[in-house]
């Protein structure tokens, strides 16, 4: 059964503090994602990494950054955690191969007060 | 203009009756579609997934495809009650050696008994 692990499903941080979101999936996959879902605005990509190391920005990278060391861990970091950084994280997976689909994690809700 | 649209809804239909989802896209290079189902407080799940032209079906699910009008579409037949949720348009992009996962915002469906 495919796994897509988040490290924690609700964080509570202060503003200013650096954030780590990580995320682990065991299914070998090139391609990993971290999402935001706000209300009303949906998914949208912060990172992606297709391989190791590697790291694309996606359309809201402002007060994000991620380290891929490792094939199955992608991790999202805050470095100065800000109120409207509140949101629902959502990290996900798939292979390289066009046709297949992305699996996901079960979820960080990050409250920043 | 976004890359992945949807209508927001709420979209409300009957039980028993077809509900009809839409999804348009923007980038013309784009290659595999998806539909995801969310839950509230749940992370997004794979129900469908269409790579060519023309209709797929799957149980009470129809993606539809036509890459010419940029328009990817879900149908559910003899919609049920746990299928209201919150479904999502997903849109895979190649671009430079690596694939890009885009959502729309998702269209809200209430099912009523």
């Known amino acids: 059964d495919v796994k897509v692990t988040q490290s924690s499903r609700y964080l509570v941080k202060r503003t200013g503090e650096k954030v780590f979101l990580e995320c682990v999936q065991d299914?070998?996959?090139?391609?990993m994602f971290w999402y935001r879902q706000d209300p009303g605005l949906g998914l949208r990509l912060i990172y992606f990494?297709?391989?190791?190391?590697?790291?694309e920005k996606g359309d809201i990278p402002e007060g994000y950054s991620v380290s891929r060391e490792k094939k199955e861990r992608f991790s999202l970091i805050l470095e100065s955690a800000s109120t409207n950084q509140t949101s629902m994280y959502l990290c996900?997976?798939?292979?390289?191969?066009?046709?297949?689909?992305?699996?996901f994690g079960q979820g960080t809700r990050l409250t920043v007060v | 203009q976004k890359e992945v649209e949807q209508n927001s809804g709420p979209l409300s239909v009957p039980e028993g009756a077809i509900a009809s989802l839409n999804c348009t896209y923007s980038?013309?290079?784009?290659?595999?579609f998806f539909w995801y189902r969310q839950y509230s407080g749940k992370s997004p799940e794979l129900i469908m997934s269409?790579?060519?032209?023309g209709d797929k079906e799957d149980g009470r699910f129809t993606a539809q495809l036509n890459k010419a009008s940029q328009y990817v579409s879900l149908l559910i037949r003899d919609s049920q009650p746990s299928d209201s949720a919150t479904y999502l348009c997903?849109?895979?992009?190649?671009?430079?050696?690596?694939?890009?996962?885009?959502f729309g915002t998702g269209t809200k469906l209430q099912v009523i008994p």
């Open positions: 269409i790579y060519s032209n």
């Open positions: 990494s297709y391989d190791v190391k590697m790291k």
């Open positions: 980038d013309r290079v784009s290659q595999s």
């Open positions: 996900a997976s798939s292979r390289r191969q066009m046709n297949t689909e992305a699996f």
């Open positions: 299914m070998d996959h090139e391609n």
């Open positions: 997903a849109v895979k992009t190649p671009g430079g050696g690596y694939q890009k996962v885009t």
